[in-house]
């Protein structure tokens, strides 16, 4: 009787407290999404390409000539940092357009159409496959 109870319990809390499906987005939501994206993109990829410049700017300023020094070792590491960060803005990018081409796919239409007697205006949403 337990565990026929266990059971029961056991579906019933499963059927109520499962996870609900996403919406789909709207089409604002979409090309929102994808201005968002290509900030974060563009900051990282400018953060990074600093970072490199700033990076090569210290390790090359060392007048170390026989061993590499820790100035000339902090450079390469922020340089490297910056390639980091500027690599890591790519998904971003890939994201980004993805979202864009899926806000230009379901776009909203307008018209007119005019019988013999009658002019009748039309809204819509234009769906491309």
Known sequence: ???????????LSAKLCCQQ?????????????SMRQKKTANILAISGGALFVSGLIVAGTDDNKFLISSQQLAGMGV???GVIAAVS????????????????KINPISGSFS???NRYFL???NVEF
């Not at 026929?4 to 579906?11: D, E, G, N, S």
């Not at 803005?89 to 230009?104: D, G, K, Q």
């Open 1 to 11: 009787m337990k565990f026929f109870i266990l059971i029961v319990f056991f579906f």
């Open 21 to 33: 499906r996403d919406k789909p987005l709207d089409v604002n939501q979409y090309l929102q999404k």
């Open 79 to 81: 340089s490297m940092l």
């Open 89 to 104: 803005s790519i998904p971003f990018y890939i994201s980004a357009n993805r979202n864009e081409s899926r806000s230009l």
């Open 115 to 117: 019988s013999a007697e």
């Open 123 to 125: 809204v819509g949403l």
